[in-house]
């Protein structure tokens, strides 16, 4: 059962903290809201020789059934927004991104619209370059802000995290705290003209409302992983309550009682079915702790 010790959970069940509710218990959890407790969550793990895993909003991520063992921390909690310049908003690491593309549509700043239907925040979306529609996180970056492994606070650029496609060195550093974005003036009205174009494309190609942790693979140079998954029959192919959308074959849904072990199954049959006919060796997207 989970209980705390010096205000961090424990046995804390990592299901209710991905996007796909799959998990098992974190030995320790936190969420902080300040960044001074982010600082204490940071000095309990160093303090116990803890490893550390950092979510914002849980998706990308696929936990281990048995759990973690060391503290995962949650950002969602670290939030809010600033718009430090005519052109440059300030996001905090648990900023969800629907909401702040919203924000930036009211205040007619255009680059967040592109992103609106991606269920993720501001820590996570730099993480991994989150991307949709031609435009990717690191293309509106300018700066963020890191709690470093050992409790500093430093200020590094979208070089210095060496930002890629749906990677960066983050995690090499410390933790996100927040970031600021230069976005491209434009009128409310054509930034929500492009935002509803994205999400009823997004809506007819993608599945919606279900337990899914986004795209399970990257696409390879040239390629689309869902095309190449399609075209293999992974459509519909299913392994205990876990199984491959209908609508879309790189998404992966939880049907309720989903394991990661039938992730991992699913993962494999299809990197081996793409590579026996393409040639073609598929990266996961998804991180998957095994």
């Not at 993720?120 to 031609?134: D, E, F, L, S």
């Not at 994205?198 to 696409?219: E, W």
């Not at 399609?230 to 989903?258: C, P, Q, T, Y």
Request: proline fraction near 4%; glycine fraction near 10%; include cysteine.
């Amino acid at each position: 059962m989970p209980s705390t010790v010096a205000g961090i959970l424990q046995n804390e069940p990592l299901r209710n903290h991905t996007t796909i509710k799959i998990g098992g218990p974190a030995r320790y959890f936190s969420r902080p809201s300040s960044l001074e407790e982010l600082k204490s969550a940071l000095a309990f793990a160093r303090d116990r020789g803890l490893s550390i895993y950092v979510i914002s909003g849980g998706s990308d991520i696929v936990f281990p059934d048995r759990g973690y063992d060391g503290l995962v921390i949650r950002l969602d909690g670290i939030r809010g927004v600033e718009r430090a310049d005519e052109d440059v908003i300030m996001a905090y690491a648990g900023e969800s991104i629907p909401s702040l593309a919203i924000l930036a549509e009211q205040w007619g700043l255009s680059g967040f619209e592109y992103l609106f239907g991606v269920p993720g925040r501001i820590g996570g979306a730099i993480a991994k370059n989150a991307g949709a529609y031609g435009l990717e996180i690191k293309d509106i970056l300018q700066e963020v802000e890191l709690v470093t492994w050992e409790g500093d606070v430093v200020r590094m650029s979208p070089r210095e995290i060496a930002i890629r496609y749906r990677e960066s060195d983050v995690l090499k550093y410390g933790v996100v705290y927040r970031a600021w974005f230069r976005l491209r003036k434009d009128s409310p009205e054509s930034i929500r003209q492009r935002r509803e174009d994205f999400s009823k494309k997004r809506m007819r190609t993608q599945p919606y409302g279900v337990a899914t942790a986004g795209c399970m693979f990257k696409n390879p140079p040239g390629h689309s992983a869902g095309k190449l998954l399609d075209m293999v029959g992974m459509k519909g192919e299913r392994r205990g309550d876990v199984m491959i959308s209908r609508k879309h074959a790189n998404f992966f849904i939880n049907l309720g009682e989903g394991k990661s072990e039938d992730v991992i199954y699913l993962v494999e049959l299809a990197r081996k079915r793409v590579f026996e006919e393409f040639g073609v060796k598929l990266e996961e997207e998804v991180i998957i702790l095994r």
